[in-house]
């Protein structure tokens, strides 16, 4: 009963190529969330959904094309992959009011080479 | 945008002993959270507390919003409380855009 599952755990794959990953959650939340986790560990927030609709957009380059099919999932699909896009990516879900908690999901490392 | 500062980036602690990490913010905040990364990657939330004070198990967490900072007490410490421990922040612009602290990265020894 996974509460924010990420797919997949590890992603290893060459420059250029174009890679997407997939996020679930089942807490009923309907905002998500994605992060970026950097080789010195720090967190940024990319990109934010709420009811399907973007709500954050980082400065992100638009190589990173956010997805959400459905309140429960957030897909991010990655073009062109760059050697700078190695980083622990995690997928994160709240609801927009009460308390704005969020659960973060296990994270997928993208490596590449 | 709301910054965010961590203090101390690094403790090595031993066994059995009790700790206080610090969290500094510089705006008033809607949503005040703290996590724990384990050595697997894992993101745990501890506490979700933008005031006031919380306690579980071990652990307790107090944030005095008025004077922008937050506490985590961390009390006999254990190994498996090893690892990085982030404070994030949502700065009530209404967008719960979390900024995250540089984290405090903690190691218990035997």
């Known amino acids: 009963d996974t509460a924010v599952s990420q797919t997949p755990k590890y992603l290893v794959t060459q420059m250029g190529n174009d890679k997407s990953i997939k996020c679930e959650q089942n807490l009923g939340h309907d905002t998500m969330y994605w992060y970026k986790q950097d080789s010195k560990k720090f967190l940024k927030i990319m990109f934010s959904?709420?009811?399907?609709?973007?709500?954050i957009n980082e400065t992100v380059p638009n190589r990173f094309s956010p997805k959400s099919p459905d309140k429960a999932h957030l897909n991010l699909h990655i073009n062109s992959l760059e050697l700078g896009d190695s980083a622990v990516y995690f997928c994160a879900s709240s609801q927009w009011t009460d308390s704005y908690e969020q659960y973060f999901g296990p994270g997928t490392r993208l490596t590449v080479t | 945008g709301i910054q965010v500062e961590q203090s101390p980036p690094d403790l090595i602690l031993q066994e059995g002993a009790n700790s206080t990490l610090r969290c500094n913010f510089s705006?008033?905040?809607?949503?005040l959270q703290w996590f724990h990364q384990n050595p697997w990657g894992q993101l745990i939330n501890l506490f979700y507390i933008p005031s006031g004070t919380k306690q579980n198990g071990r652990l307790s967490a107090t944030t005095v919003a008025t004077e922008r900072y937050s506490l985590l007490y961390i009390s006999s410490s254990q190994t498996t409380d090893s690892g990085v421990y982030f404070c994030a922040v949502e700065g009530g612009y209404g967008n719960n855009r979390l900024a995250f602290g540089k984290g405090n990265q903690v190691v218990v020894i035997p």
């Open positions: 705006d008033s905040v809607n949503n």
């Open positions: 959904y709420n009811n399907k609709e973007l709500i």
